[in-house]
Structure formats: C-alpha cells, structure tokens
C-alpha cells in the first residue's frame, strides 16, 4: 500500500497543476481580449475638411456654409457652435471638430454624404490618378474635392436641410442655371414659392 507521505505529495502535485492551469486560463483569455480588433477609427477631420473647403478653416463664400467642415448656421447653433462663435468661420479648428463630433455622435456622417468618404490616401481611384496627372503644372495640387467631382458624377437630389435656401443649395450643389434652374426643376414641389423649402424635402438638381 502506498506510504501516508506519498499520497499527500501526489495531492500537492496535483494542487500546483491545478492553480498552473487556472492561471494559463485567465492569460489565454486576457490574450484574447488584448487581440480583440479595436472599434472603428474617428472620423479623419482634416481630410473632410480639405473635401469641403480645401482645408480653409476660416472660409466663408456666401453660398451659407462657413468654415473648414462647411456647416450651415441652423446646424451650427443647433449643436451648441454659437457658444464658440456666430458662425462655424469664427470659430477655431478644434471648436469647429468639437461641434462636428456632436454631429457625428447625432447624425453619423450624413452632414458630409460626399467628403465624409475620404479617410485615406489609399482610397484613389485610377480615374482620380488620371485627373491629377492631366492637372496644369502649377505647382499647387489640385484639392480632393477637385479630383473627387470629376472622377463621380454630381448629385441628382438634394435633401433639404434646416437653415437650407434654394439659391444656398443652387450655389453649393452647383446647379447648371442657378436658383432659378432649381426652382423650374421643383415647381411642383414648391407650390408656395422659390422662398418657401422645408427641410426634409427633396430637391432635384440636375434635369
């Protein structure tokens, strides 16, 4: 028969295995953990930016989208921007991201249905290779949006959006003709006027 002192060694054997196997476990689970993919990068600013205005954070043209992102005025103040500044043109780089945070954390990335698509340099087409190469030597590059309207067809529609005007929309989708183009193309719709649009309300832009 096995000696009393033999049987306690092979408990105590078996005791060190256990809690060997257990601490295996709880590392194989925090490998498993460590190795999880991290969620989706945030959304590349500067490169929506260089989309929207060619990166000019401070442009304001008229057509009723100010600054770097290009927000309108209703948004701006819709998501807290007239705390920073009247308008998103005002306002510094980083106070025009925070207000474009809030607006991701809202609306995703719809305010930006076209630039919102540019987060890397490895997304150029071979059509966009094409227009750049064929750019006059001007010793400035030609901006994205530039490259990215010829290699896409322009929008058909529009969804109007609060603080929103027909001769706004005309200027920024630019619509062949003008406001009063756009407003020929929607007269059906616009049975109130060129003067009278209401968010929500989608717009044809193109015949």
């Not at 207000?99 to 340099?121: F, K, M, Q």
Request: glycine fraction near 10%; charge should be positive; hydrophobic fraction near 40%.
């Amino acid at each position: 028969m096995p000696s009393h002192l033999a049987k306690r060694s092979v408990e105590a054997l078996l005791s060190v295995l256990l809690v060997m196997l257990g601490v295996l476990g709880l590392a194989g689970r925090g490998a498993a953990v460590s190795a999880a993919p991290a969620g989706p990068p945030g959304p590349d600013w500067e490169r929506i930016a260089a989309c929207e205005s060619s990166g000019r954070w401070h442009i304001n043209t008229g057509n009723g989208y100010h600054g770097g992102l290009q927000i309108d005025l209703a948004t701006w103040r819709a998501y807290g921007g007239d705390r920073f500044a009247p308008r998103a043109d005002l306002a510094s780089r980083a106070q025009q991201i925070a207000v474009g945070e809030r607006i991701v954390r809202d609306r995703g990335l719809s305010a930006w249905p076209n630039c919102a698509r540019v987060t890397s340099a490895s997304d150029t087409t071979p059509a966009d290779q094409e227009t750049a190469a064929a750019a006059p030597a001007t010793g400035l590059r030609p901006s994205t949006r530039a490259l990215r309207s010829a290699a896409r067809p322009a929008a058909r529609t529009h969804v109007v959006r609060p603080g929103d005007s027909l001769s706004a929309v005309a200027a920024h989708a630019r619509v062949p003709g003008g406001t009063k183009a756009l407003y020929d193309l929607n007269k059906d719709r616009l049975d109130r006027g060129p003067d009278h649009i209401r968010p929500g309300q989608r717009l044809r832009l193109r015949s």
